[in-house]
């Protein structure tokens, strides 16, 4: 992606077409800091989980890390061969994985700037699917296109493997995957409006949840890891007991929601709507406690 939000919601970064990477205060619409400019162009900017550091792919193959707090760049990661397109920051803070149109996701220590792994990733697959457990163990990518049977693997970040390549072919543009906080499944979009569950202890293929009308575009577990949140491109939600594998309750009509998640807390999902409010839902009963007006003040548009 092009910007991201830093976790706490408070600062923006945008990568844009004039070879720069800036920082701004989503409040008050300043610019915090202007990063260091270079010759190349900018293709993909993420924070990482405690918002220290914030990673830029460039289109000469580079992936620069900075300090948000002062702007300084800390490193500068090299061994792709293509633009990169695609970061994704293991939550403890530890690993960097990349995407590259040169047909590789690198594994990076952030600490060391050092590569730890090259895995194979399709440039189709690799902007939607690539997604660490929760302890960074974990990474689930995709190795291969669609026409050549593509398949979901799983690389374990501190055995520098793959452990895993999972018993499904997936489809080109529905991809969502998601690990339960505590390790125990994976959940993945598999294609004919279906997520997939496996279990990461033998990584067999456990159930398969139907009742989506539309391609499935995120998928996330609570923090309790009770339930599992998914939502496709029409606006529908939809929340699944893990214990049972069923369906549990649906949000609000289809078309209406454009975004959900679930608090930091698990205690509630927030979603904002189309009537301009943002509703939460208490998680433990589904019962709607709250719709807010959406702020409509405007703030500077960062430039």
Not at 58 to 72: F, S, Y
Not at 77 to 94: I, K, M, S
Not at 107 to 130: F, I, N, Y
């Amino acid at each position: 992606a092009n910007v991201a939000f830093s976790p706490d919601g408070r600062t923006l970064a945008s990568a844009s077409a004039d070879r720069t990477v800036k920082l701004w205060d989503i409040t008050s619409g300043q610019m915090l800091h202007n990063l260091p400019a270079c010759s190349n162009r900018f293709s993909a900017v993420a924070f990482s989980f405690d918002g220290q550091l914030l990673a830029a792919g460039d289109d000469k193959h580079t992936v620069n890390l900075w300090q948000v707090a002062t702007g300084r760049l800390s490193a500068a990661l090299r061994g792709h061969t293509g633009a990169v397109f695609r970061l994704e920051f293991a939550p403890d803070g530890r690993a960097l994985a990349s995407a590259s149109d040169d047909g590789t996701i690198r594994v990076w220590d952030v600490e060391t700037a050092a590569e730890r792994a090259t895995l194979p990733g399709h440039p189709l697959l690799g902007s939607k699917l690539l997604a660490f457990s929760i302890d960074g163990r974990m990474l689930a990518f995709a190795p291969q296109p669609p026409n050549q049977g593509s398949t979901l693997s799983v690389f374990d970040v501190l055995r520098r493997k793959v452990v895993a390549t999972l018993d499904h072919s997936f489809a080109q543009r529905t991809l969502a995957v998601a690990f339960s906080a505590d390790g125990q499944w994976l959940a993945a979009d598999i294609g004919e409006v279906t997520i997939g569950i496996w279990s990461t202890a033998t990584w067999r293929k456990i159930a398969a949840l139907r009742g989506h009308a539309g391609m499935i575009d995120a998928l996330e577990f609570s923090p309790d890891g009770r339930t599992l949140l998914s939502t496709d491109h029409t606006g529908a939600v939809k929340l699944w007991s893990v214990r049972a594998w069923k369906e549990v309750a649906s949000l609000g009509p289809a078309s209406y929601w454009s975004r959900a998640r679930f608090t930091p807390d698990g205690n509630a999902v927030v979603a904002s709507g189309e009537d301009r409010r943002v509703h939460i839902w208490k998680a433990s009963t589904f019962e709607e406690i709250e719709a807010e007006i959406a702020p409509t003040t405007q703030t500077t548009n960062p430039k």
